[in-house]
């Protein structure tokens, strides 16, 4: 029978019995929300795909029911405690894209810086993107890395936000370590609108 172990971001250790290892599921690391409604909005939020092993931050039960504002203050309205995003992971299963980018490690964070400034994150979430992942890239040399945009986040993880917004950015990050450079076609990213309301997602996985 085989058994697959993971550690979640809350440090709890979870065994799954009889997975299916020849389906390609991968674990999302921290996919963040936020949402950045123009004034003061009650707001709901869903997940809608079936769940492998969701895990939420606040607690998730069919739908988040908050209040954000234009600084994505999100206040969860069944607890009235405050957050600065929703948090969600779960397996799923997609093919990531055959391009993208091999960075040295020394200039990983001003690639990120690049691009995640061109696809329109602000500062306080492109710093959050590096404060998470940079740790998890030292070990090699160089780094292959590529995103997700949002129109195929659509269709592997849907979500449904009410009001909904005027604009979305879903991107999500694939990467794995090198010991060498690799030469490969580098990905094309498409820029996004910050304005009216919009909500913002980045996620990503390691290989």
């Known amino acids: 029978m085989p058994l697959f ?8 250790n979870i065994m799954f019995l009889s ?9 999302w690391a921290k996919p963040v929300i936020y949402l950045y409604p123009e ?8 997940l809608d795909w079936d769940f492998k092993n969701l895990i939420t931050y606040p607690k998730y039960s069919k739908i988040w029911d908050v209040e954000s504002d234009e600084k994505s203050q999100i206040i969860d309205k069944n607890t009235w405690i405050k957050y600065d995003y929703l948090f969600w ?37 492109i710093n959050e993107f590096k404060k998470y992942w940079l ?3 030292q070990k090699n040399n160089f780094y292959f890395i590529n995103f997700l945009n949002t129109k195929q986040m659509n269709k592997i993880a849907p979500i449904t936000i009410n009001p909904r917004p005027d604009n979305i ?13 690799i030469e490969v076609k580098e990905q094309k ?4 609108d910050r304005k009216w309301f919009y909500v913002v997602e980045w996620g ?3 290989e």
Request: hydrophobic share 40%; with cysteine; glycine share 4%.
């Open 204 to 206: 990503g996985r390691k």
């Open 5 to 12: 172990f993971y550690k979640d971001p809350f440090l709890r």
């Open 19 to 27: 997975w299916d290892l020849s389906q390609p599921s991968y674990c």
């Open 169 to 181: 950015l879903r991107v999500f990050m694939n990467f794995r370590g090198l010991d060498e450079f």
């Open 189 to 192: 990213l498409e820029r996004f």
């Open 135 to 137: 740790p998890q890239m």
């Open 89 to 125: 992971e779960d397996l799923l299963k997609y093919k990531a894209p055959d391009e993208g980018f091999v960075i040295e490690k020394w200039k990983l964070d001003k690639f990120f810086n690049e691009k995640l400034t061109h696809l329109w994150l602000n500062l306080k979430e």
């Open 39 to 46: 004034d003061k909005t009650d707001i709901k939020v869903s």
